[in-house]
């Protein structure tokens, strides 16, 4: 009898979570109902070996094992025979990988077979699968019939391969993968004349010493993974291969703070296990360190750490120009990212991918957060030379929506989601829902039916539905009937709703409350104060729909003011006459400006959107309530008189923010401009006023300035 994964998952939910329905029981691990009676009959013949109760299926009390014996089911689990377990695809990969990698001959299919127990055909399937994750790493697998298989490419490729494919099984899997990966790296050891249980105990020392050097302490996911592959490196090692790096790679790995600390690893396990000189391995153990996660206390900061916050201080700045959104008290947030960042940009620089299985549920549920962190990163990927792939872009997108979702003003709005068409067609509404705003956004999806019979929770802001609604909708609750494709005016709606918390229906009520308030001063006014306050309140949600409202048309007024500086000026006039316009508008005083320039001063430029534009902007003026763009276009590029600072733009934009958010349709109108590469190479050539304001037209309208 054998236990694969999904009947040693069975045990485990049954066990930990008793009374579940055979259905819910089913939907939580992802396993059709005619597979489950499939392996009850083998758990219960395993529960029965083991002197343990079957299996027991109640209509009423769902399904359970018996109430005095869960404990002992779970303990036996992780002690099981490995020959009663069936092991899944993942884990014959693992065991695959680990046995070429550490040059176990000879290797071949009937051998591999034996070891994951599985047929011949399965074994070929499994190899076909490694072989494609390892051409992405730059290894090949080749097989030969006098030797079997064997990995052919660099040392330090196949040390990355392992890397990898161990972060994966350590953090998705349970005490029985890790069993077996001690288990073939040890004996292996052993077979080489190391005592295992001294070897565990030095390698454990060891990392506690580099914590206390480094000033950090390991993650339990980092630490596990840190422990087995310094257990494979002094087996690479002792089988006589040392990683290579390039002339840039070493000269950066020896910058690093790492280094040192991986120099006295490297030699405390040469002494305290009777090795020769492994000195080749401070390198890749520096690279090692370097990459797992910076759990530093942000007093303890110094050197390229310091550096490395102020990159995450700009990443947030730029999130916050591109968004609109402005993340006060966001120390969490720069700590968490900070932790993040460092090991990630090591991971892309050598190439060491960190999966994200939630890489596409991300996707789908904060595409908008996702493309402007796509956007913010770019500062940092040409600072540090490296490209994030969408996995590490993922856990940067996850610390900014789970950061707005703390503050009451961002948090996630829930919202009804009613259709009649399929999912296909109920999956392109919600997709547009998610596209029209950066605060995150809880979408239920239900039946006409279904909120008929239960009615709408008190927590919902905003339903959407397809059809017509017979059910009462709550007061505190807007309603928008539409169709799966929604027009430029229901999006217009939908985003006075989310991010001005402006209700298009009951409009009314809030004419009638302040015509009530009002007239108990003048009872004679009733009338015209109705007709008032209706003219104020209409007035203000057409300049509201106006301002939000994504179209590449002239009338829109994307520019408070579009200027052309012919002159080379030194870079702080330039910037009071970007903002000059503003002044004289009366959005800003001159104070704006200065702030700015002094910030610059301070800190260097760390706020742009390309080499080419740059995007100033200064905390929301108190009392403003609509936010405003300016463009100075400049002949010349502009050249900074401070150290460190090579940008050189030939655009200024000018922009002013508001607390409630209100200039988040400015920002996304000219995101989508100089996401126009045509539109922007035209700019960046024109060569007069008039050949800005036609690159614009066809964007924006705006109040052409005077020629500086």
């Known amino acids: 009898m054998q236990l694969d994964h999904l009947t040693v998952e069975i045990l485990k939910k049954v066990s ?33 070996a083991q002197g343990f109760v079957p299996l027991i299926c109640d209509a009423r009390r769902g399904v359970r094992v018996a109430d005095d014996e869960a404990a002992g089911i779970l303990r036996q689990l992780e002690v099981i025979n490995a020959w009663h377990y069936k092991l899944s695809a993942d884990e014959r990969r693992v065991n695959l990988l680990l046995h070429l990698a550490c040059r176990i001959q000879p290797t071949f299919t009937q051998h591999i077979s034996e070891l ?57 899997s349970d005490h029985q993968a890790e069993a077996r990966i ?60 040392y990683p290579e790096f390039s002339v840039v790679q070493t000269r950066f790995l020896r910058e690093q703070g790492e280094c040192d600390v991986a120099a006295g690893l490297n030699a405390g396990l040469a002494r305290e296990l009777n090795l020769p000189d492994i000195s080749g391995n401070t390198l890749f153990i520096s690279l090692l360190l370097s990459a797992s996660k910076k759990v530093t206390p942000l007093s303890a900061l110094n050197g390229e750490n310091t550096h490395l916050m102020a990159t995450v201080r700009h990443l947030i700045m730029q999130f916050q120009a591109l968004s609109g959104v402005y993340l006060q008290d966001a120390e969490q947030l720069e700590s968490r990212l900070f932790s993040h960042l460092g090991p990630a940009i090591h991971r892309c620089l050598f190439g060491m991918n960190s999966e994200n299985v939630l890489r596409e549920e991300i996707l789908q549920r904060y595409p908008l957060i996702f493309r402007l962190c796509r956007q913010s990163i770019v500062t940092l990927e040409q600072e540090y030379q490296v490209t994030f792939c969408d996995d590490e872009l993922s856990y940067i997108v996850i610390s900014f929506a789970a950061w707005l979702d703390r503050r009451p003003e961002t948090g996630e ?7 009649e068409g399929g999912l296909s067609s109920t999956a392109i509404l919600e997709n547009q829902l998610r596209n029209l705003t950066v605060l995150p956004l809880h ?15 008190g927590h919902i802001r905003l339903v959407v539905s397809t059809i017509a609604l ?104 330039l910037i009071r006459k970007a903002a000059q316009p503003l002044v004289d508008m009366g959005v800003i005083d001159t104070r704006y400006a200065r702030n700015i320039i002094r910030q610059i001063e301070k800190q260097g430029i760390t706020t742009y959107l390309t080499p080419d534009i740059l995007l100033l902007h200064d905390t929301p003026p108190a009392g403003i309530t609509e936010g405003a763009l300016s463009l100075l276009r400049l002949k010349q590029p502009l050249r ?69």
């Open 16 to 48: 930990t979570e008793p009374g579940m329905s055979i259905k819910v029981l089913c939907e939580r691990i992802g396993l059709p109902q005619r597979n489950f009676y499939y392996r009850r009959t083998r758990i219960n013949d395993w529960l029965s």
């Open 116 to 172: 994951n127990r599985v047929s011949r055909n399965t074994t070929l399937g499994d190899i076909a699968l490694l072989k494609q994750q390892l051409q992405q790493q730059q290894l090949t697998l080749s097989v030969d019939k006098k030797q079997g298989y064997r990995l052919d490419g660099s040392d330090l490729a196949l040390r990355l391969a392992v890397q990898q494919i161990l972060q994966h099984a350590l953090k998705y």
């Open 182 to 241: 001690a288990q073939i790296l040890l004996g292996q050891l052993a077979a080489a004349g190391l005592n295992e249980q001294r070897v565990r105990q030095v390698v454990d020392a060891q990392l506690e010493q580099a914590e206390q050097q480094l000033f950090r302490t390991f993650t339990d996911k980092d630490r596990r993974a840190l422990h087995y592959m310094l257990l494979f490196t002094l087996l690479d090692t002792l089988n006589g291969h």
């Open 413 to 419: 709005q829930h919202l009804l989601l009613v259709t």
């Open 443 to 457: 979408i239920e999806r239900v039946s006409a039916s279904q909120i008929q019979q239960h009615g709408i929770a």
């Open 470 to 573: 017979s059910c009462k909708i709550p007061a505190h609750v807007s309603f928008i009937q539409t169709q799966h494709m929604l027009s430029d005016s229901e999006k217009q709606q939908l985003r006075l709703m989310l991010e001005y918390n402006i209700e298009a229906v009951g409009i009314s009520d809030l004419v009638d409350g302040l015509v009530t308030s009002a007239s108990r001063y003048a009872p004679q006014a009733k009338e015209p104060l109705r007709l008032e306050f209706t003219t104020i309140i209409s007035r203000f949600i057409q300049k509201q729909q106006r301002r939000t409202s994504v179209v590449s048309s002239s009338a829109l007024s994307l520019f408070s003011h579009v200027g052309f500086a012919a002159q080379t000026t030194a870079w702080r006039s």
């Open 640 to 708: 900074f008189d401070l150290p460190g600072v090579t940008l050189t733009p030939r655009i200024i934009v000018m922009l002013v923010p508001t607390a409630n958010l209100s200039h988040i349709p400015l920002l996304e109108e000219f995101n989508a401009l100089i996401s126009d590469d045509k539109k922007l190479e035209l700019l960046l050539n024109a060569n007069s006023l008039y050949e800005v304001e036609c690159c614009l037209h066809d964007s924006a309208f705006f109040k052409s300035g005077n020629l500086i």
